[in-house]
Nanobody, 131 residues
Framework: QVQLVESGGGVVQPGGSLRLSCTAS???????????IGWVREAPGEEREGVSC????????YYLESVKGRFNISRYNTKNTVQLQMTNLNDEDTGTYYC?????????????????????WGQGTLVTVSS
């Protein structure tokens, strides 16, 4: 079992920025090297959707079309950490953001973000974009 711990959610005005972080708790350095990792969000009344995912060796990323150019995902394998820098936020970005990871097809970020093949989930962090 992999415990993913998120931080960084909050309330922000439209046009603002937030940075989400996720760490695999209690694991040795570079533990996540075998896993793709990313962020899935769930908005009220909406279906869950993959926002951004990155492959295990950090050479391939996926971004939901609506966040391209605004969000940036970064992983730090030696720290077992992934971050999502979100800029120019709008109200459609409101939702609970879950850190997610899988060892299945770790070279393909689409495996998890598009096909919803998540093995491990964080507890979620709420992002609210509101004026």
């Amino acid at each position: 079992q992999v415990q993913l711990v998120e931080s960084g959610g909050g309330v922000v005005q439209p046009g603002g920025s937030l940075r989400l972080s996720c760490t695999a708790s209690g694991r040795p350095p570079s533990f996540l090297n075998r896993y793709s990792i990313g962020w899935v969000r769930e908005a009220p009344g909406e279906e869950r959707e993959g926002v951004s995912c990155v492959s295990s060796n950090d050479d391939s990323t996926y971004y939901l079309e609506s966040v391209k150019g605004r969000f940036n995902i970064s992983r730090y394998n030696t720290k077992n950490t992934v971050q999502l820098q979100m800029t120019n936020l709008n109200d459609e970005d409101t939702g609970t953001y879950y850190c997610a990871s899988t060892s299945g097809d770790p070279s393909s970020p689409q495996f998890m973000c598009v096909h919803d093949k998540v093995e491990y989930w964080g507890q979620g962090t709420l992002v609210t974009v509101s004026s």
